[in-house]
T-cell receptor, first 116, second 112 residues
Framework: AAGVIQSPRHLIKEKRETATLKCYPIPRHDTVYWYQQGPGQDPQFLISFYEKMQSDKGSIPDRFSAQQFSDYHSELNMSSLELGDSALYFC???????????????FGPGTRLTVT | DQQVKQNSPSLSVQEGRISILNCDYTNSMFDYFLWYKKYPAEGPTFLISISSIKDKNEDGRFTVFLNKSAKHLSLHIVPSQPGDSAVYFCAASQGGSEKLVFGKGTKLTVNP
């Protein structure tokens, strides 16, 4: 079965640079979520989109922005990168069509961002 | 403030025996709970979930138990297999909110 696709898988940037992470949800999934996982930490929710509209917001820095496009893929844009932004960034998707499993989020493999 | 707590960072069991992973939560508004399994360099893989209206959900070798009064849930894996060795995350969500709140994970090692 098709899974969530994230690109790139690895990204190295310098401080103050910008980065764009991409996420392609499972086909027919309408909701996309972004999480950040620091070393030895649990995933922290950043932001989510449903039907191309922002639906929930967590601890996302103002330097970050995200959007969901008409084909349901999403991009996380990160500017003025800091050393502390180095982390694994996961995208997850779900479908609200099936109410019995609408809370089940399926995760991509993640993008490992290293800021030097 | 950690709303979802997995107090055991690691657990080691013998192949064929039962693995019991525990999770506690503090937010009584959580109404849906999930377990994820994570291998290094991969994203979390959904295992099993339970709604707060139930106290047990079973799927093959995996069973999740929910004790609402104690704000406690557990994942039972029977029988445990070496391929089950991974980090297991407990997660919770609150009705109307989409974000998952994760525990810090328990590293399970199943020895042959």
């Amino acid at each position: 079965a098709a899974g969530v696709i994230q690109s790139p898988r690895h990204l190295i940037k310098e401080k103050r640079e910008t980065a764009t992470l991409k996420c392609y949800p499972i086909p027919r999934h309408d909701t996309v979520y972004w999480y950040q996982q620091g070393p030895g930490q649990d995933p922290q929710f950043l932001i989510s989109f449903y039907e191309k509209m922002q639906s929930d917001k967590g601890s996302i820095p103002d330097r970050f922005s995200a959007q969901q496009f008409s084909d349901y893929h999403s991009e996380l844009n990160m500017s003025s990168l800091e050393l502390g932004d180095s982390a694994l960034y996961f995208c997850a998707s779900s479908s609200r069509q099936r109410t019995d499993s609408s809370y089940e989020q399926y995760f991509g493999p993640g993008t490992r961002l290293t800021v030097t | 403030d950690q709303q979802v707590k997995q107090n055991s960072p690691s657990l080691s069991v013998q192949e064929g025996r039962i693995s019991i992973l525990n999770c506690d939560y503090t937010n009584s508004m959580f109404d849906y709970f999930l377990w994820y399994k994570k291998y290094p360099a991969e994203g979390p893989t959904f295992l099993i979930s339970i709604s707060s209206i139930k106290d047990k959900n079973e799927d093959g070798r995996f069973t999740v138990f929910l004790n609402k009064s104690a704000k406690h849930l557990s994942l039972h894996i029977v029988p445990s297999q070496p391929g089950d060795s991974a980090v297991y995350f407990c997660a919770a969500s609150q009705g109307g909110s989409e974000k998952l709140v994760f525990g810090k994970g328990t590293k399970l090692t199943v020895n042959p």
